[in-house]
């Protein structure tokens, strides 16, 4: 048995939308509406410029698909499926509670995982788009990493420890939900060709990431995820992570000898082996 908690902001969400969707009510109040019912989005603490913006962009849209958000339904029984496949990949046998967070993003496929409480992990899952298998196993592998790796889950974290985090859930995600192109695994909440441009800067990208393998400054975090990274791409930790992971498998490296990697070693892990 999966020990989960769900929990469900879409009813919070809808909340508000009745509360804003007025002609009357202009941006600023929508914004203020929007903090005091709703206040969830896929972004780090302290991110409320960016999340008063996404808000006005997807307005419209939240009003042409709010039938859709309020029909929508939980499927928890295809959660507790994959997590236990994944459990098997990684090597768990333990017990793992953690959370899942229904909520209503901005129609990007913003799941993400952070810390729920000093126990539990919490995944959140945006409700908007039909989401796919790939995306559920990324993300519930981020959540078993971190019990198989003593891994905290914070938004602040070595450079090395973000890269393997995320290329060991884009391979799972590959060996558990096979049979598509590298850029179905890889190339979400990004442009079109991205992973092709990647390939043609790699050495530039990898050999830009080695100075930052060991800071954890939030800045810097965002630099190679948010930001344009040293060559200039979006989310350069994530195709240093999918190098990485897939050169480590051709080795012969199993997924479970990757996730059992702690904490204090990944820096040096990284390093030796990103070529």
């Known amino acids: 048995m999966v020990n989960l908690e769900v929990v469900n902001l ?8 009745e509360l804003a969707n007025h002609e009357d009510v202009n941006e600023s109040e929508r914004w203020n509406l929007w903090k005091e019912h709703y206040n969830f989005a896929a972004l780090p603490p302290g991110y409320d410029k960016q999340a008063r913006k996404q808000l006005n962009q997807t307005w419209v849209k939240y009003q042409a698909n709010i039938d859709q958000i309020r029909n929508w339904k939980p499927d928890q029984i295809k959660f507790e499926r994959i997590f236990k496949e994944i459990k098997t990949l990684l090597g768990s046998d333990e017990d793992i509670p953690f959370v899942i967070v229904f909520f209503v993003s901005a129609f990007d496929n913003s799941a993400f995982v952070a810390p729920y409480d000093e126990y539990k992990s919490m995944l959140c899952l945006p409700i908007e788009n039909q989401l796919s298998d790939i995306i559920f196993v990324h993300e519930l592998t981020h959540i078993v990493h971190a019990e198989t790796a003593s891994l905290e889950m914070n938004w602040e974290r070595p450079i090395a420890e973000l890269i393997l985090q995320e290329g060991l859930a884009l391979h799972a995600s590959k060996h558990l939900v096979p049979g598509e192109k590298d850029e179905a695994y890889i190339e979400m909440g990004v442009e079109q060709g991205w992973l092709q441009s990647c390939h043609e800067h790699r050495t530039k ?67 030796n082996n990103l070529r």
């Open 10 to 17: 879409v009813p919070k969400f809808l909340d508000f939308f």
């Open 205 to 271: 990208i990898l050999n830009g990431i080695v100075p930052y393998l060991s800071d954890s400054k939030g800045e810097v975090i965002e630099k190679f995820t948010f930001g344009t990274g040293e060559s200039g791409h979006k989310r350069e930790a994530y195709y240093v992570g999918w190098e990485l992971v897939d050169s480590e498998l051709k080795k012969g490296v199993s997924f479970k000898q990757l996730a059992s990697i702690k904490s204090k070693d990944i820096p040096g892990y990284v390093k």
